[in-house]
């Protein structure tokens, strides 16, 4: 039932008008009356009208007055003008309120009738809108968790493909190249920096408890981004705009924190601990989130924030601690033209700051160049020999000159810097290599992704995703087309029957074996044998 206002001053219209809406729709509308402006506004208020028929020319409230009144109270109803008058004014005044349509008095039969069809068929989109969106919120309710569960998994435990990461950022509507940790951890009560029955506690609140505590997290901090249960933890991320916190922040994060951890408890009747780990980048979250279990361990504190414990390097005010953390992230992303220029902007920061102490800024210089190196070898790039820089600190010392030390400097980060993207490409190959080679051995059997990642020692969300980047299609489309060109080989041989040329390319059922080989091919196995 659609409800219907009808406002004019004069009686009979009001009349004729609910006479013409009753013979023409019976029992589809709700319909109240009123002669005046105020009482128009009043009526909205309570009857709340889906469609409202407002005479402009009325004394004291005047039909335009109202309807601004009333398109703050009900920003979606739909107006239909009424007046005795053709007047271009009112009718410009009331399209800029949105004015559905503007109908001259006397109006007929035909004219009422169609204008509610056509109002009625506008509130049946705007539900029918309505109950998408509410159906869409309520998939998104369900599966967001899952999206943020996998951000979450992604930045923490370092199975990061930096395309990825920009779906789940999109998906989840960050927009901050920074943020830090929060680590919540949970157990029927505590005992120092531990907690007690941890298996119990977790098992509550994975099974009874979970959608409660991440209604209460995201009530506290409505930007977080909430993780599953992991044994007594659950991790949060929080987006940040800044690279570092105010102290006052800092404070304030604590203090709703402390509120937080006794909303849980009140819930749930467990209690809870918030570790807070140090502003990061996104690719470094993992160093956030070790910070704010390293923060839980160091106090027996509800709320443990890392900046405020003995436990994190502290910087001097003018040192540009972020520029160095962007060097070496830089570089183990194998961006050589990044790393150089970051490389370059903090040594001439060095030169400019401290220049005058040379000894201090060739020792920076050694630290830097060892640290960039170190990454090099680790990201499967040259073969690390002992010796190999035992000439470094001679080099150095024997460096007159600022200009001269950079060029050293500059050198060796060029090199470990290509030594990182070379390495990195070099280790893919490696891996990719040892892939095809086990399916070339294995594809008669019932292998799979999970089998051959672990057989390669990486899991197999990061061996996926590095095989369709090298090989150009996914792992079961490469072994389903292997299968099928060692079947087209043993076709060609007469003495193998169709079971036998499946089973030997890893087809146990001849029925399956014959539909996969008619996808792949576009005629069945038999088809193909009586071609060649």
Known sequence: MYRILLVDDEGIVLNSMTFLIEKNFDGKFEIETAKSGRAAIELSETFRPDIIFMDIQMPRIGGIEAMKE????????????????????????????????????????????GVLQTAMEKIDEKHRRRREDLETREKMETVMP????????????????????ASYKNLLGIDSAYGYMMVLVFGDDQQGHLMTNVVGSSVRAQTTYYSKVRE???????????????????????????????????????????????SLKNATEISYRIGIGGMRRLRSASESYEEAIKALVSTSGSVAHVDDLPITVSYEESYPAALEAEIFEKLEDGDTDSTLVKAEEFFDWMATTHGDDIMSVKLKTLEFVLRAESLMYQSGGPTYEFTSRKDYLQEIMNTSGIDALK????????????????????????????????IDNNFHKDISLDELAGELGISSYYFSKLFK????????EYLTGRRVEEAKRLLADPEHSIKEVGIACGYSDPNYFSRIFKKQTGVTPTEYRDRI
């Open 70 to 113: 009333i398109r703050k109270i009900l920003p979606g109803v739909i107006f239909v003008v009424l007046t005795a008058y053709d007047k271009f004014d009112y009718a410009k005044e009331a399209i800029n309120l949105g004015v559905m349509e503007y109908l001259n008095k006397p109006f007929n039969q035909k004219d009422v009738v």
């Open 407 to 438: 060029s050293w400097y500059m050198n060796k980060f060029r090199a470990a810097a290509g030594g990182v993207s070379t390495g990195s490409k070099d280790r893919t190959h490696h891996v990719i290599k040892k892939a095809l080679e086990y």
């Open 216 to 262: 209460l997290i995201k009530d506290a901090f409505s930007e977080a981004i909430v993780g599953n249960v992991s044994g007594n933890r659950i991790p949060i991320f929080i987006p940040s705009v800044e690279d570092h916190m105010e102290l006052s922040e800092r404070g304030f994060i604590i203090e709703k924190c402390r509120a937080l951890t006794r």
């Open 146 to 165: 899952i999206i943020e569960n996998g951000f979450i998994y992604s930045i923490v435990f370092e199975e990061q493909i930096d395309e990825d990461i």
């Open 469 to 476: 980047e090298e090989k150009g299609e996914g792992f079961v």
